[in-house]
């Protein structure tokens, strides 16, 4: 399968928040993976250098009228209204042929609605200019949330937004566990509620097994202990595991595990057979063929390679 590739353009005074909540959840799934499922690249309108709200320069890897691939990331900040409209849409307008979704993250949704891209879409924006937003624009479905797919536009109400964004598209493209993966890398507090829709209580009961499944590695609970430590039936856990994660208990626990087995080999010098006692593991035999059958190569490989 190709890498999805993004495109990000930036904008002076930028969110460099926003822009590493957009990019290190794609480096991060990049990494749980042991693959290339996503690239991005930086680009500005003329090529040249761009320095964020907080002062972070940064050099782009080409100018706009080269750009190619999945998605058009549009990421300015509050000096959006600053920007030249007419050169931008005719700008936009060419190379949006040349992509298969475009994005307005921040207040990128300002500069795509004043091209007339998001024109019977359904959109956000940044709350803090959502009303001027809906008065300026009133032919596009404005709403109120955090983030909003609608067909080939992809619109984002800010940094923390960006990040509940991006692990929903990771969802979408490879699955609920390695989405799930990102967020608990990320110690995001709430790995199931927003990201999948579900609801508060499925939300709120996952997340508690899950919390309990990671502070329960070494010595793991069994699956009727889990249910009883969330306080459900196993049925219970097991039906709305399925239904958020796309996996029962028992596999989900076991990735858990796994990678925390991953996080051992990595960074630190233990052997394999105390990764295994750590992670859970009485024979470390076992433990490797279950590393491999995630992650595609054994312990010692992952740990040689990197």
Same mark, same amino acid.
């Given at each position: 399968m190709l890498p999805r590739r993004f495109d990000i353009l930036l904008f002076d005074a930028f969110s460099n928040h926003c822009l590493a909540n957009t990019v290190e959840p794609l480096r991060a799934a990049n990494t749980l993976a042991n693959g290339a499922l996503y690239e991005w690249r930086f680009c500005t309108l003329d090529g040249g250098a761009v320095h964020s709200s907080s002062g972070l320069q940064v050099a782009p890897h080409m100018a706009l009228a080269e750009g190619r691939g999945d998605m058009l990331i549009l990421m300015p900040s509050y000096a959006v209204r600053q920007i030249e409209p007419r050169p931008l849409a005719r700008r936009l307008h060419q190379v949006a042929p040349r992509y298969a979704a475009l994005a307005g993250?921040?207040?990128?949704?300002?500069?795509?609605?004043q091209a007339g891209l998001l024109d019977g879409y359904c959109a956000t924006i940044h709350w803090?200019?959502?009303?001027?937003?809906?008065?300026?624009f009133p032919q596009v479905d404005t709403v109120r949330e955090r983030f909003v797919v609608d067909r080939d536009r992809v619109t984002c109400s800010g940094a923390m937004a960006a990040f509940d964004l991006v692990c929903h598209m990771i969802d979408q493209d490879h699955g609920a566990l390695l989405a799930m993966d990102v967020a608990q890398l990320f110690m995001s507090r709430d790995v199931t509620d927003h990201r999948l829709g579900s609801g508060i209580g499925?939300?709120?009961?996952?997340n508690r097994a899950l919390a309990i499944m990671r502070e329960n590695v070494e010595t793991p609970l069994s699956i009727p202990a889990l249910a009883r430590s969330v306080g459900c039936t196993q049925k219970t856990l097991e039906t709305r595991m399925q239904a958020t994660l796309k996996a029962t208990p028992q596999a989900v626990y076991r990735r858990t595990r796994l990678i925390h087995a991953r996080h051992l080999v990595l960074d630190t010098d233990l052997s394999v057979a105390e990764i295994?006692? !750590?992670?859970?593991?009485? @024979?470390?035999?076992?433990?490797a063929r279950a590393f491999r059958a995630l992650f595609g190569?054994?312990? !010692?490989?992952?740990?040689? @390679?990197?």
């Amino acid at each position: 399968m190709l890498p999805r590739r993004f495109d990000i353009l930036l904008f002076d005074a930028f969110s460099n928040h926003c822009l590493a909540n957009t990019v290190e959840p794609l480096r991060a799934a990049n990494t749980l993976a042991n693959g290339a499922l996503y690239e991005w690249r930086f680009c500005t309108l003329d090529g040249g250098a761009v320095h964020s709200s907080s002062g972070l320069q940064v050099a782009p890897h080409m100018a706009l009228a080269e750009g190619r691939g999945d998605m058009l990331i549009l990421m300015p900040s509050y000096a959006v209204r600053q920007i030249e409209p007419r050169p931008l849409a005719r700008r936009l307008h060419q190379v949006a042929p040349r992509y298969a979704a475009l994005a307005g993250f921040d207040t990128g949704s300002w500069l795509l609605a004043q091209a007339g891209l998001l024109d019977g879409y359904c959109a956000t924006i940044h709350w803090d200019v959502l009303t001027a937003f809906s008065e300026q624009f009133p032919q596009v479905d404005t709403v109120r949330e955090r983030f909003v797919v609608d067909r080939d536009r992809v619109t984002c109400s800010g940094a923390m937004a960006a990040f509940d964004l991006v692990c929903h598209m990771i969802d979408q493209d490879h699955g609920a566990l390695l989405a799930m993966d990102v967020a608990q890398l990320f110690m995001s507090r709430d790995v199931t509620d927003h990201r999948l829709g579900s609801g508060i209580g499925v939300g709120r009961l996952v997340n508690r097994a899950l919390a309990i499944m990671r502070e329960n590695v070494e010595t793991p609970l069994s699956i009727p202990a889990l249910a009883r430590s969330v306080g459900c039936t196993q049925k219970t856990l097991e039906t709305r595991m399925q239904a958020t994660l796309k996996a029962t208990p028992q596999a989900v626990y076991r990735r858990t595990r796994l990678i925390h087995a991953r996080h051992l080999v990595l960074d630190t010098d233990l052997s394999v057979a105390e990764i295994a006692q !750590r992670c859970g593991y009485d @024979n470390a035999s076992a433990m490797a063929r279950a590393f491999r059958a995630l992650f595609g190569m054994s312990p !010692r490989d992952l740990r040689t @390679n990197f």
